[in-house]
């Protein structure tokens, strides 16, 4: 079940009905419930604040989530996108802007189950789930 879905972003060309599609399809495939998820994206600028501020990192990044219930089944969290990050790798990975925002929600909803990316085994272990599910929701998530 999808309580609060909100999708936010300083571009008009991310389609956020397809967002709202692929986060419905990843709802089904992980078996959770969203009380509230938060998906916004922003600037490396941005990206880089809300890191120094909640994290210590004084730099940019991709993606930082934040899960505030604590479960993996009922999900209540907020996911921060660089835009700017993610062009950056698209053009090192060779792969368009919509399939590496695909993969960075997935990876915020694997981060949000519970999955892991710090320690190498988990890392892989992740990565292999994210690369599977990347590829079989690989729909236009721009207009």
Request: proline share 0%; net charge positive.
């Amino acid at each position: 079940m999808i309580k609060n879905l909100y999708v936010s972003s300083s571009t008009k060309k991310i389609n956020k009905t397809r967002i709202h599609k692929l986060v419905g399809l990843l709802r089904e495939d992980l078996e959770f419930s969203i009380e509230s998820l938060f998906i916004t994206f922003i600037t490396a600028n941005d990206i880089h604040n809300v890191n120094k501020e909640f994290l210590n990192h004084n730099c940019s990044t991709d993606i930082i989530t934040f899960n505030y219930s604590g479960s993996h089944f009922e999900l209540d969290g907020e996911i921060f996108i660089s835009i700017d990050d993610a062009k950056i790798s698209a053009r090192k990975y060779k792969v368009s802007l919509s399939k590496e925002f695909t993969r960075l929600i997935i990876h915020g909803i694997l981060h949000l189950k519970g999955y892991d990316d710090i320690k190498k085994n988990d890392r892989v272990k992740m990565k292999r789930i994210e690369n599977n599910l990347t590829n079989i929701y690989n729909f236009a998530l721009l207009s």
